[in-house]
């Protein structure tokens, strides 16, 4: 059995004994252990005893080819809305269908240049406030950030059919007035002439 201690005291004018084949000399007592060099793995116990633990109140180091640093958290705002969502698509979608001839659909978005133009134009006449209405309900609207609208996959289908249902209702009532116009004149007429008959003969 190998008499070896290197914590016993030493004679200074004898040679500090030396460990058994194979293995590293301990540090002295109250000091680390030597760390090995970067990108190295720290050397292994012999077989059969354990590991060495690292000191009271330090962590020990990470295993060989492991991150030394954590991955970064996600940035500001990216839990808030998920991946590349910004404004909601709901209130984009509404503020388009009814006061985009006014450009509040693009002052929600924060572009404002556009949407004093599109305020001044009264929506290009009305074209350009169809084709942005257009491109809410396809999905290609992007915030002033170049962000996805928030809610956009699970109500675009309602809004698709909510639309197409305002504008066939919007239509018949266009034919429908279009189509009495005449009879409204020509009832019109008869009633002005009446008027102008009754006065005649009372004068």
Same mark, same amino acid.
């Given at each position: ?21 194979? *293995?590293? @000399? ?24 354990? /590991?060495? *633990?690292?000191?009271?109140? *330090?962590? /020990?180091? +990470?295993? !060989?080819? @492991?991150?030394?640093? +954590?991955? @970064?958290?996600?940035?500001?705002? !990216? ?10 698509? &709901?209130? #984009?979608? =509404? ?25 001044? #134009? ?7 406030? $169809?084709?942005?209405?257009? =491109?809410?309900?396809?999905?290609? %609207? ?6 996805? $609208? ?12 909510? %639309?197409? &249902? ?7 009532? %266009? ?17 002005? #002439? @009446?008027?102008? $008959?009754?006065?005649?003969? #009372?004068?």
């Amino acid at each position: 059995m190998s008499s070896y201690d290197p914590y016993a005291s030493q004679d200074p004018n004898q040679p500090a004994p030396q460990p058994p084949y194979g *293995q590293a @000399a301990p540090p002295p007592y109250g000091q680390p252990a030597p760390q090995p060099p970067y990108g190295q793995a720290a050397p292994q116990p012999p077989y059969g005893q354990p /590991a060495p *633990q690292p000191p009271y109140g *330090q962590a /020990a180091p +990470p295993p !060989y080819g @492991a991150p030394q640093y +954590p991955p @970064a958290g996600p940035a500001y705002g !990216y839990a808030q809305y998920g991946p590349e969502e910004g404004k909601s698509f &709901i209130t #984009t979608w =509404l503020l388009s269908y009814f006061l985009g001839v006014f450009g509040v659909d693009r002052f929600y978005l924060g572009k404002v240049g556009t949407g004093v133009l599109k305020l001044i #134009t009264l929506g290009g006449c009305g074209i350009w406030a $169809l084709i942005d209405l257009i =491109l809410v309900l396809a999905g290609v %609207t992007r915030d002033s950030q170049g962000r996805r $609208l928030a809610g956009y996959d699970q109500n675009k289908r309602v809004a698709w059919v909510v %639309t197409i &249902i305002l504008w066939l209702v919007g239509g018949i009532g %266009t034919a429908f007035n279009a189509h009495n116009l005449p009879r409204y004149q020509n009832n019109g007429a008869a009633g002005e #002439t @009446a008027i102008v $008959l009754v006065v005649q003969r #009372t004068v």
